[in-house]
């Protein structure tokens, strides 16, 4: 999921963030540890993913927007008529119909208010479908291409 801002205000948005309120669903069921339950799965949210002091295998790294809030991530100051690249890799867990919906900020807590023109908090949303299993596809082996549709073997490779 990518998001793009734009500051076209004249002076420059101490942290610009983002607070996505999509991610997750509750869930009434009953004897649940939890009852906010997973839409999407967040495998590395927005920003450089930190180097690490000494080597090892990151999984799911956090991604170097990450901020103590839950679903906000910040990626710091945005000059005037500059534009900043939110992007979140994400796997779905749940298959349904949902709505995206994600606020700007000019910064996590303080006096910076981020404001669009007539004044209005910059918001969004946009709707997602989520399919209950991925298409069938393959690897063509003439090609090495994904290609729609279920391999049978023999009938597209040629020998020669």
């Keep these: ?9 004249t002076s420059t948005i101490p942290n610009l963030a983002v607070t996505v309120d999509a991610f997750s669903y509750v869930s009434n069921f009953p004897e649940l ?7 999407w799965v967040v495998e590395q949210g927005p920003g450089a993913v930190p ?8 999984i ?24 900043q690249t939110f992007t979140w890799r994400v796997t779905p867990v749940k298959s349904g119909i ?19 023109a007539n004044g209005a908090i910059p918001h ?11 298409p ?13 549709g279920r391999y049978v073997p023999g009938t597209s490779v040629t020998t020669g």
């Design 136 to 148: 069938a596809t393959h690897v063509n082996p003439e090609t090495g291409q994904v290609e729609r």
């Design 60 to 83: 799911s790294p956090p991604g170097g927007g990450q901020t103590a809030y839950v679903n906000t991530w910040a990626l710091g100051p945005l000059a005037s008529g500059h534009t």
């Design 124 to 134: 969004g949303h946009f709707k997602v479908a989520i399919a209950p299993r991925p």
């Design 1 to 9: 999921m990518t998001l793009q801002v734009r500051n076209t205000s």
């Design 51 to 58: 180097k690490r002091p000494v080597q090892s295998q990151a």
């Design 98 to 116: 949902y709505n995206v919906h994600y606020t700007i900020a000019a910064g996590l807590a303080g006096r910076s208010r981020a404001r669009l």
């Design 33 to 39: 540890a939890s009852s906010k339950r997973p839409i």
